[in-house]
């Protein structure tokens, strides 16, 4: 149990800190609230309107790809420093790890991800004179009556 007192105490002092600065601001913080002070401050300028759009989801899975590139470095280089005294296991259970990391970022490249450029317009699919809505709802609609 000694051996966890550092942590421990760590924890609490840490715990202590954040208590305490968040009770400090809300006490020490000036109380006036403006106009100025409400708005949206942004890089300097004053933003005149609403955003066109909300973020498309592309930016939170680039982010996701560098997330799972950190946690696959963050393991590799532990591995790498002992990889010798883990033999096959240590080969296999990093196999395992790399073929996660691969199928997740497959996931994210068939999500889009990477794709920046302009959205491709879809073209319409020519629609042939023997087969047009009008006469396959007329069909239907003979078929159904004859029933």
Same mark, same amino acid.
């Given at each position: 149990?000694?051996?966890?007192?550092?942590?421990? =105490?760590?924890?609490?002092?840490?715990?202590?800190?954040?208590?305490?600065?968040?009770?400090?601001?809300?006490?020490?913080?000036?109380?006036?609230? *403006?106009?100025?002070? #409400?708005?949206?401050? &942004?890089?300097?300028?004053?933003?005149?309107?609403?955003?066109?759009?909300?973020?498309?989801?592309?930016?939170?899975?680039?982010?996701?790809?560098?997330? +799972?590139?950190?946690?696959? +470095?963050?393991?590799?280089?532990? !591995?790498?420093?002992?990889?010798?005294?883990? &033999?096959?296991?240590?080969?296999?259970?990093?196999?395992?790890?790399?073929?996660?990391?691969?199928?997740?970022?497959?996931?994210?490249?068939?999500?889009?991800?990477?794709? !920046?450029?302009?959205?491709?317009?879809?073209?319409? =699919?020519?629609?042939?004179?023997?087969? *047009?809505?009008?006469? *396959? +709802?007329?069909? +239907?609609?003979?078929? #159904?009556?004859?029933?």
């Amino acid at each position: 149990m000694a051996d966890y007192l550092p942590i421990f =105490t760590l924890l609490v002092l840490a715990g202590l800190f954040a208590g305490l600065s968040f009770f400090a601001s809300g006490l020490l913080a000036p109380k006036k609230p *403006t106009s100025a002070k #409400s708005a949206p401050y &942004e890089c300097g300028i004053v933003p005149n309107r609403e955003p066109a759009e909300r973020f498309p989801v592309r930016f939170y899975l680039v982010a996701m790809i560098f997330i +799972i590139f950190d946690i696959e +470095i963050i393991f590799l280089y532990p !591995w790498a420093v002992i990889f010798r005294r883990l &033999e096959l296991f240590g080969l296999i259970e990093m196999t395992v790890f790399a073929v996660a990391v691969f199928v997740s970022f497959m996931y994210l490249i068939s999500r889009g991800a990477l794709d !920046w450029g302009p959205v491709a317009q879809s073209r319409p =699919t020519p629609v042939t004179s023997e087969r *047009t809505s009008e006469s *396959t +709802i007329r069909r +239907i609609g003979r078929d #159904s009556a004859a029933a």
